[in-house]
Antibody, heavy 121, light 112 residues
């Protein structure tokens, strides 16, 4: 059973870059799956950030695309998120998640436990 | 405002049946793209509850069921139990947003 675990700084300064990593265990990141980041501001709903395939192919939420980079490290079986120029509005719990299937039918079947990131000076 | 619209809250007594709606448009649900549902218990990560409109992952009780028609989808929960109290989210694909995956705003289910 694949398991995901997020890691990274819990506090980021405004205008800085948020950097998180998701470690994949119990399976290979090079399997036929897509790997996503989803965030949830305190007391609010879920927002998809973007996804990556092991080939390096990515898709991003248009509202965040100019600030987001998702990358994959097959040697470490992990993928990463970088979000630049952060503001307080980027304060959220960040989840990594696994999905598969055709683009119009992908659901997130495995989730990490999430990591809280606060943007504050 | 979310691309998919859900009621902010629903409630029901133990044993009752409740439904949660998810209304979209011609660029997502109405385009016949699949709808998925997630349950988020307090303080935990979301859990996949229904995938591709009507399918339950292994381990999800058959008290949970999904349906889709036109530009809307619904999640039904029968035989309501106290442990069903949670937030529920629908999710689909939207072709007007560069192929973005979109969520509903979430519905808080209260078991009375």
């Amino acid at each position: 059973q694949v398991q995901l675990r997020e890691s990274g700084p819990g506090l980021v300064r405004p205008s800085g870059t948020l950097s998180l990593t998701c470690a994949v265990s119990g399976g290979s990141i090079s399997s036929d799956n897509w790997w996503s980041w989803v965030r949830q501001p305190p007391g609010k709903g879920l927002e998809w950030i973007g996804e990556i395939y092991h080939s390096g192919s990515t898709n991003y939420n248009p509202s965040l695309k100019s600030r987001v980079t998702i990358s994959v490290d097959k040697s470490k079986n992990q993928f990463s998120l970088k979000l630049s120029s952060v503001t307080a509005a980027d304060t959220a719990v960040y989840y990594c998640a696994k999905s598969n299937g055709r683009p119009t039918a992908r659901s997130f079947d495995i989730w990490g436990r999430g990591t809280m990131v606060t943007v504050s000076s | 405002q979310s691309v998919l619209t859900q009621p902010p809250s629903v409630s029901g007594a133990p044993g009752q049946r409740v439904t949660i709606s998810c209304t979209g448009s011609s660029s997502n649900i109405g385009a016949d793209y699949d709808v998925h549902w997630y349950q988020q218990l307090p303080g935990t990560a979301p859990k996949l509850l229904i995938y591709r409109n009507t399918n339950r992952p292994s381990g999800v009780p058959d008290r949970f069921s999904g349906s889709k028609s036109g530009t809307s989808a619904s999640l039904a929960i029968t035989g309501l139990q106290a442990e069903d109290e949670a937030d529920y989210y629908c999710q689909s694909y939207d072709s007007s947003l560069s192929g973005s995956r979109v969520f509903g705003g979430g519905t808080k289910l209260t078991v009375l």
